[in-house]
């Protein structure tokens, strides 16, 4: 079945870098995704990987995939603290429609 | 901001009433997809509407029910509410059907039932 699992928090100090991962159990899984949640708000796409591609880049953002182990880590460089927020893995198949989502990690930046 | 429009912002309701959520899409987007997020479930997928059709259904109790209307806007009617059904319910909107189309979300509908 599909299931999706990260990590449930992390800390880190303004100005170094952050790395939340994600692990997937659906091989079928096609499209990753990641989506920022901050306090009472929606869920914000950041970035997204096909699941031909190892690493994808977008400014602060690194997706790394490792499809033989289905881990998904997202890397946030000069991390700031306007980046605290609750951030969540995502996964699709290439025919599925929805996404299923991990339990979200809560990412904690410290000045 | 998204682009997806989801009212109200919060409903306040009590137990064994019925309520409709509305979203509409961005502008082009012919998917529209409901998400419930509770404390205890997280992000589940309860139902997806494509030009009008609905197409795939997810956890969605049968006490719930959707549509999606010609002008692409969607309604999640939740009928014979529960404490339970208390949660953030977001609508999101996609270009395409499948997979692969990027899924953006409203700011979503805070449901309390008391």
């Known amino acids: 079945g599909e299931d999706v699992e990260q990590s449930l928090f992390l800390s880190v100090r303004e100005g170094d870098s952050s790395v939340i991962n994600c692990t997937y159990t659906?091989?079928?899984?096609?499209?990753l995704y990641w989506y920022k949640q901050e306090p009472g708000a929606g869920l914000q796409l950041l970035t997204y990987?096909?699941?031909?591609?190892d690493m994808k880049q977008d400014q602060r953002l690194t997706v790394l995939l490792n499809k033989k182990d289905k881990h998904l880590s997202l890397r946030i460089a000069d991390t700031q603290t306007g980046d605290s927020a609750i951030y969540f893995c995502?996964?699709?198949?290439?025919?599925?429609?929805?996404?299923?989502f991990g339990a979200g990690t809560i990412l904690r930046v410290k000045s | 901001d998204s682009g997806v429009t989801q009212t109200p912002k919060h409903l306040i309701t009590a137990t064994g009433q019925r309520v409709t959520l509305r979203c509409s899409p961005r502008?082009?987007?012919?998917?529209v997809y409901w998400y419930q997020q509770s404390l205890d479930q997280g992000l589940q997928f309860l139902i997806q509407?494509?030009?009008?059709?609905?197409?795939a259904k997810g956890n969605i109790l049968e006490r719930f029910s959707a549509q999606q209307f010609p002008d692409l806007h969607s309604e999640l009617n939740l009928s014979s509410l529960e404490l339970g059904d208390s949660a953030l319910y977001f609508c999101?909107?996609?270009?395409?059907?499948?997979?692969?189309?990027?899924?953006?979300f409203g700011p979503g509908t805070r449901l309390t039932v008391t």
């Open positions: 502008s082009g987007d012919l998917s």
């Open positions: 659906d091989s079928s899984s096609t499209y």
């Open positions: 999101a909107s996609s270009v395409g059907l499948a997979g692969g189309h990027e899924q953006y």
């Open positions: 509407y494509y030009n009008g059709e609905e197409r």
């Open positions: 995502a996964e699709s198949s290439e025919y599925g429609n929805k996404l299923v």
């Open positions: 990987i096909f699941s031909n591609m």
